[in-house]
C-alpha cells in the first residue's frame, strides 16, 4: 500500500496542537448570524387551518414554502420546526451551491443516461434561478459565483484530469490549469494540475441562506413555528394534519422536509443513513498571509480524492476547511454525541496545513460537524404518499445548499398536478434502492469506505467491492 500527500507531507504535530488551542466547538456560521437575521419564533399552540403545511424549516422546507408562496400569493403555508430554523445541516455545511442534481456527471451518466443532459441542463438553470432569486429578493446571503477548482493531489488523478478535460473540449467554462498554473492561482504544494469549472458553482453564507429565506416567506405571509416537534402525520377527510404536543395544523396537502431524521414515513425509513461531517473555520487571514496562498479568484476547492476535502474562503477573510472522514454510526442514531471527534478533527488541521505550510502559526477559530442524509443514489429522491396529499424529499447526500430549490419545485409539481419536465424524470419518478437494516447497514458501509481509502492509497485502483457497487449503480461517498 501507498502513502497520500498528507502522509508523506504531515503538519508538525505543534503548529496541529497550536491551531486548535481554545478553538471553539460550534457552527461558526450560525455564531456569525445576526440576532436581527435569528428571531425567536413561537411554537404551535393550539389548532390552525392551511393550505400546506411543511415539516422541518431547513433550506428544503423554506425553499418550498417561498416556492409555494411566489406561485399563488393566497395560499396558506404553514412551516413547523422541531428545533430552530437552519438549525441543522442548513446551518453547518461547507456553503458550496452547485449546479448539480446528480452528484456529478458520472454518477449521473451512470445512473440515467438517457437524462444526463437534461438534468445537467435543468441543475444549471436551477443555479440561475437562486442566483436572480438572491437578487430580485434582496437576500442578503453573500452569493459569490466563482466556480469550483478540482485539483489533482496525487499522481494516478492526473489521468482522471486527462479525461476531464477531453470531456469538456470547446466549454470556455471549463478551464485546465497545469501545474505551474494553479499554483499560480492557489499556492498549494500538493496541487499537480486542476481543472476550474468557473459557471457551476457559488458560495453562500448557510445559515443567512437559511434566515434571509426564512424572512422572504414571511414577509409573504408564511407562519414558522419553532420548537414543535411533529410526533405524528395523521390522513383526514379534507386532507392532512401534522401533530405536536402543543397543536395541530390542518391542511389540504404537507411536505416532508426532514431530511436525515426518521421519516413520518415507514416507506422511507430505510431511504437514508446519517453520515457526519466535519469541518474546521480559521481565524480571519492577514493580508500578508492571503499574499502568501493567492487564492484571489475565490473558488470553492474540492480535491479528486474518494476521501475528497472541500474548502473555500469566507468574505471575512477566513477559510473553511471540512471534509475526508465521513463516519457512519450504528442504528442510523442523529446524536450530538457523534460531533465531538477530536481526532478528526486534528487530522483535518494537519491536512490543512500540509496543503497550506505557509498559514503556519494559524489558529481555527471554530469546529463542528453535522450529520448528512445520503442515499444509495447519492442524490435527492422524491415522490407522494396519503392519496398524493403528502409529497417528500430526501437524500440529498451533501448537494442540498442547491438541489432542496429544485426540489422545491418537483414537490410543488408533484401536489399541484402539474406534469413537468421536472416531474417526468426518472430520477424523480423512480425510488433508489433502500439500505438494508442493522447489522447489514453498518457492516456495509463501514466495508465499502475501507475499501474507498484503499482506493486511495493505492493509485486510485478499485477493489472488486468498488467495481460490483459500481455496476449496480450503488455506493458510498464522502
Same mark, same amino acid.
Given at each position: ?14 503548529? #496541529? ?125 453573500? =452569493? ?48 499537480? *494540475? ?15 441562506? *437559511? ?28 386532507? #392532512? ?92 442514531? #442523529? ?82 398536478? #402539474? ?15 433502500? =439500505? ?39 455506493? =458510498?461517498?464522502?
Amino acid at each position: 500500500m501507498g502513502t497520500t500527500v498528507f502522509e508523506r507531507m504531515p503538519a508538525p504535530a505543534s503548529v #496541529v496542537s497550536h491551531s486548535l488551542t481554545g478553538t471553539r466547538t460550534g457552527s461558526f456560521w450560525i455564531d456569525d448570524l445576526p440576532a436581527a437575521l435569528r428571531p425567536d419564533r413561537p411554537p404551535l399552540r393550539g389548532e390552525h387551518g392551511a393550505d400546506l403545511v411543511i415539516v422541518g424549516a431547513g433550506y428544503t422546507g423554506l425553499w418550498t414554502a417561498l416556492l409555494a408562496k411566489l406561485r399563488d400569493p393566497d395560499r396558506r403555508v404553514v412551516v413547523v420546526e422541531a428545533n430552530r430554523t437552519g438549525w441543522a445541516a442548513s446551518g453547518r455545511n461547507g456553503g458550496f451551491c452547485e449546479a448539480s442534481l446528480t452528484h456529478g456527471h458520472e454518477n449521473g451518466a451512470r445512473r440515467w443516461p438517457d437524462e444526463i443532459d437534461t438534468l445537467e441542463r435543468l441543475g444549471l438553470e436551477n443555479l440561475d434561478a437562486i442566483e436572480s432569486t438572491v437578487e430580485e429578493l434582496g437576500l442578503d446571503v453573500q =452569493f459569490e459565483r466563482t466556480g469550483q477548482l478540482a485539483p489533482a493531489v496525487e499522481p494516478h488523478q492526473l489521468a482522471w484530469l486527462d479525461e476531464w478535460r477531453e470531456e469538456a473540449a470547446g466549454d470556455p467554462d471549463v478551464v485546465y490549469l497545469d501545474e505551474a498554473s494553479v499554483r499560480a492561482s492557489v499556492a498549494s504544494p500538493t496541487y499537480l *494540475a486542476a481543472m476550474w469549472e468557473k459557471n457551476t458553482c457559488a458560495l453562500v453564507h448557510p445559515a443567512r441562506l *437559511a434566515a434571509e429565506l426564512a424572512r422572504a416567506a414571511e414577509e409573504r405571509g408564511v407562519v414558522i413555528f419553532e420548537r414543535s416537534r411533529v410526533k405524528a402525520l395523521e390522513t383526514t377527510s379534507t386532507g #392532512v394534519s401534522v401533530v405536536t404536543d402543543g397543536g395541530r395544523v390542518d391542511a389540504l396537502h404537507a411536505v416532508l422536509a426532514t431530511n436525515v431524521f426518521p421519516s413520518l414515513l415507514r416507506r422511507n425509513r430505510l431511504m437514508t443513513v446519517p453520515v457526519y461531517d466535519y469541518a474546521l473555520m480559521t481565524e480571519p487571514l492577514s493580508p500578508e498571509q492571503w499574499d502568501a496562498i493567492g487564492w484571489r479568484d475565490r473558488q470553492g476547492i474540492g480535491d479528486m480524492a474518494n476521501q475528497f476535502h472541500y474548502y473555500r474562503p469566507s468574505q471575512d477573510g477566513r477559510i473553511l476547511f471540512g471534509g475526508y472522514d465521513a463516519l457512519y454510526h450504528y442504528g442510523r442514531r #442523529v446524536d450530538p454525541r457523534y460531533e465531538d471527534r477530536p481526532d478528526v478533527w486534528e487530522k483535518l488541521a494537519s491536512h490543512f496545513f500540509t496543503t497550506f505550510p505557509q498559514l503556519e502559526g494559524l489558529r481555527f477559530s471554530h469546529q463542528w460537524a453535522g450529520a448528512i442524509d445520503s442515499s444509495t443514489q447519492f442524490t435527492a429522491f422524491f415522490g407522494t404518499a396519503r392519496g398524493g396529499r403528502v409529497a417528500y424529499a430526501a437524500g440529498f447526500t451533501g448537494l442540498g445548499v442547491g438541489s432542496t430549490r429544485f426540489a422545491g419545485d418537483v414537490m410543488l409539481d408533484l401536489l399541484d398536478g #402539474v406534469d413537468s419536465e421536472r416531474t417526468s424524470l426518472k430520477m424523480v419518478r423512480t425510488r433508489p434502492l433502500p =439500505f438494508p437494516p442493522e447489522p447489514a447497514a453498518a457492516l456495509g458501509i463501514q466495508a465499502t469506505r475501507w475499501s474507498m481509502d484503499r482506493a486511495d492509497h493505492n493509485g486510485g485502483r478499485r477493489n472488486l467491492l468498488l467495481k460490483t457497487l459500481d455496476a449496480l449503480g450503488l455506493g =458510498f461517498d464522502s
